[in-house]
């Protein structure tokens, strides 16, 4: 047949008489409780039509309005003298000097990367980087925290590969690099990965954007994406558990187009100089809904949309549709009265769409027109200010005794065999698979890629280009899952600060970090419980090292058939260092460098990789974290970074603990393979105990020095524990029980794991 | 001073990288040029940099290699004209014609980011002044299709005219398998035009310029050019 002879299709215009009438059933199948539900009709004083249903769902899902975790993350330290925007806007902000600020935050995409991993993931990264822009920066590093299943599960692989895939296409096709992250894999992560986005951003300080300062009778304009049907109830997906069926979710997953975010973010950040931007805010979970209502809600007025105006990629869409939508790559945007030309013009440079939707009223209402009906008219503050606040049941957290040193004796095959256990194991093994996929160099401002230092660093351009700027931002993103279990407040404690430590060992000192709270069902105690004791373990730690929450995210659900994950408060920490040439890197340098343990011996073998891969092994009480110590010994290490010369190399003892410390610095000597490896001659007088060795106590660094006598002398003054533990010396590690292997040997047992599981 | 125009297709996120090796090593001055402009103007040098034009929808390159702007492009490559194009801009040429061959997925089909060592194999005076053949350099690569590929004429042309710039190799310079990170056809990582006026490219050398770069061999690329340029 031929086409021209068909009719066209033509899709009968939606009417508002035509939607299907609400019922208490299907405001329980919009994720709203019976109280909840009652809350609407009593605001209302009738009850909701389905669009308006369907916006106060969206609204009060756990996901927009932190229903369950509010009561909770109000706990959190968030004030310090350089915080410029804490936790409230799209991402948290804070000084560093020079008119220059840093704008980062951590966003979870979890449950859509588990139904569909790469877009999952790829869209989790087009969000976190759409929240830094909205606010005027310029994004300069993405970082990512994955944990994923048990290696044996038969879906790892392949969501591993899309997961890695996903932001991989996103990041390097925006042309912003990405420069580290974590990744764990653990049996408790089966059924719900966890994909955690990061995004730091570089702002003038007197250019910065917010979402509030909306005024009266001001235009509403959309640019972006046209909008489709995808995403419709992303928000609400997010905020239930899943059970076996969770695949048929799919279409609820966004699909991104970083080629559009890029031309988005240009197209944004050439708009945001015009001067013609009252507030703006990105369309994220729960799309123009959220982003509307926000906007109408800070400012302190009520918006009408002609939803007919809304550029779309469908026919036939209904209000409900398009307000639900989380099709990507839009903004929302309050325009000063009479500069929509200009702002026009700019989007039209740039291929981006551009409509005026609507105006701001005084009138508090949300008021949506479209093919000449009215299908909402439902007052803004409500949606937000009497959006549900639970103060949950929590069961107190409990943790085991100890189970004791001789519970963890070395394996038959000593040192040696341990060492290549640890090195090889999911969590420690090289991570190069999945990094040399992204693009860590663009721009050309990165100063240490992943594995090379502790955190990330990545160079800060002057204002001014022509000034010479060595200042850079040092940013990780750290969680022991494992310890949030066995303790939560230890384990929450101790997020916090190996990230600060973790920025130390560059030489950065530490500003401010950004949490994104992974957690099972908020609806059990012993969840709610986990949940609350992290928070004030994270509490006293930001306030020990003065080190604040800016901005942040909570995930919650992360339950499939009743099992929840592991707790997992992943920490994204940002730094100051002033002079990137004295940044402190990871590797062996120098032979002959003498190396030193800064804090104490290690003791702690409960909950250690240790435990869990040489005895299999996962109990007892997490490491101690004494956070008086942490400080003390930090602005140890601090104070050497600035001593010129006298650190040539710096570590934080972490996962694996000394050992692994050690051979993480030898094998990060080989960086592009032709170098002669370096290792280290232990002393002789050092304990042959696995406690010694591998003991995850907290609150060490490893150090290695050419002026040993002034480190001495130094450590003194500053009533630090220092030991001597070798010196570095061409090729070869010594063991503890004095056996010898090569570096290349360990590097290659170290590299060899995830390539071949991949490639399986 | 030189005077280096960089064209900008919707998607290149490299223009400033290269814009900042221009300017800070050869002393040029360097002007964006956008996609929609229908003129290039006057320059002593063009480069179309990296990232992903158009989003490399349907091809790489294919979509950038049909705008507006490459009829001038063209017309200025007939009139000799230098041109530069790394990574997304070799792509861009090579789907315009104005080089050979055609670069393939990656033969693992992933995106891949790290340092390689290439090694010079051909002699162009605008672009190799500082530069020997058999020169080893370690410079970045970040590319998911910069697997090169030319039918074995086009291949056999490239060698016999020395026209092969680049070849992937170890540290010490041996051209080997191992050594090859993308599966190009003879370890292929860049080439000249016939009258040597165009050198297109996969890796970056503009992200290999500072010591905290992991290395400045890229330098010697550009102080070379700016040296040509001048002359």
Known sequence: MKSSAQ???????????????VTAQMAKEHGLSPDEYARVQSILGREPNFTELGIFSVMWSEHCSYKSSRHFLSRLPTKADWVIQGPGENAGIIDIGDGQAAVFKMESHNHPSFIEPFQGAATGVGGILRDVFTMGARPIANLNALRF?????????????????????????????????????????????????????????????????????QPVVYIGSKTGRDGIHGATMASAEFDDAAEEKRPTVQVGDPFVEKLLLEACLELMQSGTIISIQDMGAAGLTSSSVEIADKGGIGITLDLDNVPMRETAMTPYEIMLSESQERMLV??????????????????IDFAVIGYTTAERQLCLNMYGSTWCDI?????????????????????????GEAAYPLPSGGFKAALETLIACPDLCSKRWLWEQYDTMVRGETVARPAQADAAIVRVPARDEKTPSYKALAMASDCTPRYCFADPKTGGAQAVAESWRNLVATGARPLAITDNMNFGNPERPEIMGQFA???????????????????????????????????????????????YRRALTLDFKQEGDAVYLVGAFGTHLDQTLFAREIHALEKGPAPRVDLALERKTGEFILACAAQDGLLSACHDLSDGGLLCALTDMAMASLRYGNETPLGIALVSDLPHSAAFWFGEDQARYCVTTAQSGKMVAFAQEHGIPLTRIGTVVPHDMTLPDGSIVQVKTLKDLNERPLPDYMNK | MQTVKIL?????????????????????????????????GKADMIVIPGGFSYGDYLRCGAMAANSPIIRDLKDQAAKGVPILGICNGFQILVETGLLAGALLRNNGLKFICKHVFMRAEG??????????????????????????????????????????AFRYCDANGAVTPESNPNGSVE??????????????????????????????????LFEGIAAALAA
């Open chain 1, 334 to 351: 309050i325009l000063k009265p009479g500069s929509e030309d200009t702002a026009r013009a700019i989007m039209d440079k740039w291929d």
């Open chain 2, 123 to 164: 002699a162009a005076d605008l672009f190799t002044a500082n530069i020997t053949k058999g020169d080893v350099l370690r410079v970045p690569i970040a590319h998911g299709e910069g697997n090169y590929y030319a039918a074995p004429d086009t291949v056999k042309h490239l060698n016999d005219s020395d026209l092969v």
């Open chain 2, 8 to 40: 900008v297709f919707p998607g290149i996120n490299r223009e400033h990288d290269i814009a900042h090796a221009f300017t800070r090593i050869g002393n040029a001055k360097a002007d964006f040029v956008w996609h929609k402009d229908s003129t290039i």
């Open chain 1, 7 to 21: 009719p066209k299709p033509t899709a009968a215009t939606p009417r508002p008489q035509d939607l299907p009438i």
């Open chain 2, 187 to 220: 370890n292929i990582a860049g080439i000249f035009s016939d009258n040597r006026k165009i050198l297109g490219m996969m890796p970056h050398p503009e992200n290999a310029i500072d010591a905290f770069h992991g290395g400045t061999d890229g330098i010697r």
């Open chain 1, 379 to 403: 007052p803004v503050p409500p949606l937000v200010d009497d959006a549900p606040k639970y103060v949950r049941p929590t069961a107190p957290t409990t943790v085991q005794p100890s189970l």
């Open chain 1, 533 to 579: 004791d992290c928070i004030e373990g994270m509490r006293d730690a930001c306030l020990a090292l003065d080190y604040p929450v800016v901005s942040g995210n909570v995930s919650l659900y992360n339950e499939t058939n009743g099992k929840g994950i592991l707790p997992t408060p992943t920490i994204g920490g940002v730094g100051l260092i002033a002079d």
């Open chain 1, 149 to 217: 299943g048990a290696l044996s599960h038969p879906k790892t692989r392949r969501l591993l590969s899309g997961v890695v895939a996903g932001i991989a296409h996103y990041g390097n096709c925006m042309g912003i690099p990405t420069v580290g992250g974590e990744t764990n894999f653990h049996e408790s992560y089966n059924g719900n990965i966890l994909v955690n986005a990061m995004t730091v951003g570089l702002v003038d300080t007197d250019k910065i954007f917010y979402s509030r300062g909306a005024g009266v009778g």
